[in-house]
Nanobody
Framework: QVQVVESGGGLVQAGGSLRLSCTAS????????MAWWRQAPGKEREWVSH????????HYADFVKGRFFIARDNSKNTMYLQMDSLEPEDTAVYFC?????????????????WGQGTQVTVSS
């Protein structure tokens, strides 16, 4: 049975940093892209970043470019999101997702496994 679990969320002041982790278990996902999505209160879920199966290709939403960095360690079935220079607008529940494809996309329907999310709150 596949399980996807995020961790690392919390409360941080504006300008601070957090590192999110996502561990997927149940089988190997080295041939599956993974991604981070987020959902702020009252808003739709939006794509943040994705990384290819081997980790060689990464893409970022414009609103996090230069501040967030995605990585993965396939030996641990774990993906990370280093979030620097956090802003109050980054406050959201952050979700980890596993794609059915090798290369990541920004299409929510391409992602077949989802975690429950981890709360990130940035105070001003």
């Amino acid at each position: 049975q596949v399980q996807v679990v995020e961790s690392g969320g919390g409360l941080v002041q504006a300008g601070g940093s957090l590192r999110l982790s996502c561990t997927a278990s149940g089988r190997s996902f080295s041939n599956n892209a993974m991604a981070w999505w987020r959902q702020a209160p009252g808003k739709e879920r939006e794509w943040v970043s994705h990384i290819s199966g081997a980790g060689s290709t990464q893409h970022y939403a414009d609103f996090v470019k230069g501040r967030f960095f995605i990585a993965r360690d396939n030996s641990k079935n774990t993906m990370y999101l280093q979030m620097d220079s956090l802003e109050p607008e980054d406050t959201a529940v952050y979700f980890c997702a596993v794609s059915a494809r090798y290369l990541g996309t920004t299409q929510e329907n391409d992602y077949i496994y989802w975690g429950q999310g981890t709360q990130v709150t940035v105070s001003s």
